[in-house]
C-alpha cells in the first residue's frame, strides 16, 4: 500500500506517493543503494493526471524498489501557484531529489511527465541512473491546437494547462539540445499510430539522446494504462538490464 505524503520544494507543496522496499529514512536508502541495491524509481504523469495514475505500475515496480509517484505543482493534491512551465516542474523535481536525499534515481516519465523528466536529466545527468520515457513528444515547434476545459471542476488548475500547453507548443530550442547532455541509457516508448504523437517526435528523441533504444508498444498515448503489464515487464526488464 502506498503512503501518501507531502513536501515542500521552491515554496510549493508537492503532494507524492511513495511505495515499496526501503521505507527507511534517505540516508539509509543512499547506503543500500551504494551496497547493491536497485535504485529508487521516480514516477512524472502526463498533463492533467496525477500519481495515482500509476498506480499499477507503482506496485509493480514496488515489489523490488522503492518508488515515488509524484502530483506536479499544479495536479492533483498538490499546490497551485501562480506560475507554471515544464522548467519549473523540472525544478520542482530536482527540489524534491535533494528534499529526500535522492542522490541517484531511475526516472520514469509520460508525456508532460517525460518532457519533464529529459529536462531534468539534461540539467543534472549524473542524478539519473536509468531513464524511460512513455509517448513523450520531442521538443519541436507543433501546431497550436486551443485546449477544451473538460466539464465541472478539473483535478488540476486549469491555468496550468493553458501556460504548459502554450510552452509545448513552442518550446525552448534550448530542450532540443539539451537532449545531448543526457548520460543515462534511455528507453523511448511510442504508443504506435493510434498516439496522437508523429513517430517521427520518437525519432527526433532516440537519435539526439545518445544511445537511446526506441520501441513501439501499440496501445495509443496512454501506453501504461492499456497494457499495464506489457509496459511493466518491459521497464521492469530494461530498469534491470
Not at 66 to 73: F, G, I, K, M
Not at 90 to 103: C, I, K, P, S
Not at 173 to 186: E, F, N, S, V
Request: charged share 20%; hydrophobic share 50%.
Amino acid at each position: 500500500m502506498a503512503e501518501h505524503l507531502t513536501v515542500t520544494v521552491n515554496g510549493v507543496r508537492l503532494a507524492y506517493e511513495a511505495a515499496g522496499a526501503g521505507a527507511a529514512p534517505p540516508v539509509v536508502l543512499l547506503r543500500a543503494a551504494g551496497a547493491g541495491a536497485a535504485p529508487p524509481v521516480v514516477l512524472l504523469h502526463a498533463l492533467g493526471e496525477r500519481a495515482a495514475d500509476w498506480a499499477r505500475v507503482r506496485d509493480a515496480l514496488a515489489r523490488d524498489r522503492r518508488v515515488y509517484a509524484l502530483d506536479l505543482r499544479g495536479h492533483g493534491l498538490s499546490d497551485r501557484p501562480a506560475h507554471y512551465s515544464p522548467e519549473l516542474m523540472r525544478d520542482d523535481v530536482l527540489g524534491f531529489l535533494d528534499a529526500l536525499g535522492l542522490d541517484r534515481v531511475d526516472l520514469i516519465g509520460h508525456s508532460l511527465g517525460g518532457v519533464v523528466a529529459y529536462l531534468v536529466a539534461a540539467e543534472q545527468p549524473h542524478r539519473i541512473g536509468r531513464l524511460v520515457l512513455e509517448d513523450a513528444p520531442a521538443p519541436l515547434p507543433r501546431k497550436s491546437a486551443a485546449p477544451v476545459r473538460p466539464e465541472g471542476e478539473p483535478d488540476f488548475d486549469w491555468a496550468m494547462v493553458l501556460a504548459v500547453r502554450a510552452e509545448l507548443d513552442r518550446p525552448d530550442p534550448a530542450w532540443l539540445a539539451g537532449l545531448g547532455r543526457i548520460t543515462a541509457p534511455t528507453l523511448v516508448i511510442y504508443g504506435g499510430p493510434t498516439s496522437h504523437l508523429a513517430a517521427a517526435s520518437f525519432d527526433e528523441i532516440a537519435a539526439r539522446i545518445p544511445g537511446a533504444r526506441l520501441i513501439t508498444l501499440p496501445y495509443g498515448h496512454l501506453i501504461h494504462a492499456a497494457a499495464p503489464e506489457e509496459f511493466t515487464s518491459t521497464v521492469a526488464a530494461f530498469l534491470t538490464a
